[in-house]
């Protein structure tokens, strides 16, 4: 599965001739401190290579052609070291088409009271360097981000961080291909969309297949690995007595395993990145997958439940943004509501997929009925997953556009369900449930989410610019009537963009 280590970003110093041979030597030689040092920062995961310093128009626009053909940088990182003239900028940032962002710092930290002189002066101009670039962006209506503090810096480095794990979750999306087995949940409308002005929009593609192409794939697995993957299935997992070596349904044990070994065989041959399956067309399978599914999110593939491939490609994108990170990241779905005035939760679960990155300890898995879709009874890791601040994320066709709803939650304990045996979480929503649903509702957020205890809202705020498409935020300080005027706001504004 794609990796942050395959990808690059390239960072670039802007100067000008004025300054002299001895300066821009200068200048260079701080241009690699700097890349040297945030590339040994131990929260920035993707590799920084350090380009000449920029001094020509003719060199920028070239630097920004090779950075669109090279397909393993993912973006630029751009520093304004002294004063370059803007209009120098322009040929190469028209040109550009990978996310840009604009470190505003300075070599040196502090002012040397004592020392400083017109030569360092000169010297460090980031201060009115960066505004001249930044007003460049912002006239050619170019979205980036701007970064401001000294390099060194853990915050620097942080918003740095986020800012590539982002740009490598645009570049997966862009080549990712996802695998429909069966169609849509018949009569849902937001798992519906426009796949060809998705592939426009987001770059990747959606291919539908017959479940019978898929239950070739599970038939042509070999008995011998169906015996290895139930060999781990015994060391990572508490197995259920009856699904023990001897235990009266090994059988179905034998299914679930066969069926996660001929789904990874299809998306692999296939080198798909996410997959959607709907318990409306499983011809030729004889169980909904739950165990499979909730293992293959685990190797990093996107998925989505009834046909939902927008939510498929999401949740591979977030896996990829948030690879390296603690915390895990799943499909999700807001199932049912505590609703006790003393604290109003979501509990959130899917019928079996959630992935087992979630999970707070060591899974159990065990078989029960399931009551939809009339197949036989399904396999399924059952866990409450880990704690803490976490994110639910949407995307939704809104027919002409798309839009991304994102909404900061809290992780809470678990409550004991012994009767519901599904891997499950348990969150208050920011600012509270009230707040965040009737905000979500109006946004036409979607039940089916990708949901992160790794990753934050700035990510999907960074991930919406850089696609250029809506992005609303349910967050600490979100109210109802700030939602409601962003919504009609942002539409005048979209629908401005198109003409
Ligand atoms: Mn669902």
Known sequence: ??????????????????????????????????????????????????????????????????????????????????????????????????????????????????????????????????????????????????????????????????????????????????????????????????????????????????????????DAVQDSDVERLMEEYEVQYTLADELKNGGERRDSLREGARMELGMLSFLKDGAFSGFTTTFENLYGIPQLPGLAVQRLMAKGYGFGAEGDWKTAALV???????????????????????????????????????????AAGKPSLQIHPLSIGGKDDPLRLVFDTQTGPAVNVCIVDLGHRFRVIVNSVDVTESENTPKLPVAKALWKPHPDLKTAAACWILAGGAHHTGFSLALRPDHFRMLASMLDIECIMITHNTTVSEVRSQLRWNSTYYDQKRI
Not at 11 to 27: D, I, M, P
Not at 54 to 78: K, R, S, Y
Not at 104 to 129: E, K, V, Y
Request: proline content about 3%; aromatic content about 8%; glycine content about 8%.
């Open 316 to 358: 591979h994108t977030m896996k990829v943004m948030a690879s390296g990170l603690s915390g895990g990241t799943s499909f999700m779905e807001d199932y049912t509501y505590h609703l006790h005035p003393n604290g109003m939760k979501v509990l959130g679960a899917h019928m079996l997929e959630v992935c087992e990155s979630t």
């Open 1 to 218: 599965m794609a990796a942050l280590q395959q990808y690059e970003v390239w960072f670039v110093t802007g100067s000008q001739h004025l300054y002299g041979e001895e300066t821009l030597r200068e200048v260079a030689d701080h241009a690699r401190v700097v890349s040297t040092g945030l590339n040994a920062s131990s929260v920035v995961p993707v590799d920084i290579v350090n380009k000449p310093v920029m001094t020509t128009a003719d060199a920028i626009e070239q630097l920004c052609l090779d950075a669109n053909a090279a397909p393993n940088c993912i973006g630029l990182i751009t520093w304004m070291h002294t004063f370059s003239p803007a209009k120098m900028w322009i040929p190469g940032l028209r040109a550009l088409q990978k996310p840009l962002v604009h470190l505003h710092t300075q070599f040196n930290r502090d002012i040397p009271w004592d020392t400083i002189d017109m030569d360092f002066m000169n010297l460090n101009q980031s201060a009115h360097g960066g505004r001249e670039f930044g007003f460049m962006v912002t006239r050619l209506g170019i979205e980036r981000e701007v970064i401001v503090g000294h390099w060194e810096s853990p915050d620097v480095h942080a918003e740095l961080a986020a800012w590539m794990r982002t740009a490598a979750g645009r570049a997966a999306l862009r080549r990712a291909r996802i695998a429909r087995f069966g169609d849509n949940m018949r009569e849902v409308a937001v798992t519906e969309g426009d796949k060809v002005e998705a592939q426009i929009r987001f770059g990747y593609s959606v291919s539908g297949y017959g479940v019978g192409d898929l239950a070739a794939a599970v």
